[in-house]
């Protein structure tokens, strides 16, 4: 089974005098302003490295959520952020990591039982295959 899901950019203008706008195939961004300060600086507006940070947040809780059901455990909460970074190397720039930080409410789990199946979810998560970075993580029990 293969899904697809698009998104798109459009870009007008230099580097940095230009803008551009991003939008989602479902409409949870609609033309959403983006530019070089928004990525660079502070600069009002999104940036593709932030929208990766939320994808693979998203996409390694779903991911834990599956693994913990497996093994009979429903998560309360799994509150996750990610950290992307980019450098620049060179003449150009890469984007060297994504730090994971979860705090999760998992009852009935050891600490033992939670770092391994929170590490098989980091490992398995789609997004964290496509990065071509390090992919690191820091989970904690709460409460």
Known sequence: MA?????????????KDGSGTISTETGALDAHPYGFASRF????????????????????????SLMLTQEGMAPEELDTSAAVTIEQQGEGFTITSSRLTLKAKVPGIDEAKFQEIAGKAKEGCPVSKLLNAEVTLEASLVG
């Open 3 to 15: 899904i697809t899901k698009h998104g798109s950019a459009v870009w007008k203008g230099g580097i």
């Open 41 to 64: 600086e502070s600069g009002k507006g999104s940036n593709p490295e932030e929208l990766i940070a939320a994808a693979h947040a998203a996409c390694f809780s779903m991911a834990l």
